[in-house]
């Protein structure tokens, strides 16, 4: 069965660091693009950072210059560096991915880990 793991959530005062994972597991013949979202209490559930198979990234202004984002291919995970943090980051942040397995290629999504930034 294909899962995604995140993991590296937690809480963190403003200013701090997180790093966040997100492991793909199961009957993978290929993954595409690999992005993270977050949702905050109250409110929509938006794109924070993407990446392609080939590494180009793309971010939300709002995260710009403090988030990077990479992948390890070989692993099938994807990290999520989250750098100068701010009480606004605060989310449920889910990991997505494009993944090509036996039944083609299909959107997966993972359960989501809590990041938490005090003031």
């Known amino acids: 069965q294909m899962q995604l793991v995140e993991s590296g959530g937690g809480l963190v005062q403003a200013g701090g660091s997180l790093r966040l994972s997100c492991a793909a597991s199961g009957s993978i013949f290929n993954i595409g693009a690999m992005d993270w979202y977050r949702q905050a209490p109250g409110k929509q559930r938006e794109s924070v950072a993407a990446i392609t198979r080939g590494g180009t990234t793309t971010y939300a202004d709002s995260v710009k210059s403090r988030f990077t984002l990479s992948r390890d291919n070989a692993k099938n995970t994807v990290y999520l560096q989250m750098n100068s943090l701010k009480p606004e980051d605060t989310a449920v942040y889910y990991c997505?991915?494009?993944?090509?397995?036996?039944?083609?290629?299909?959107?997966?999504w993972g359960q989501g880990t809590q990041v938490t930034v005090s003031s």
């Open positions: 997505n991915a494009d993944i090509y397995d036996s039944s083609g290629w299909k959107d997966y």
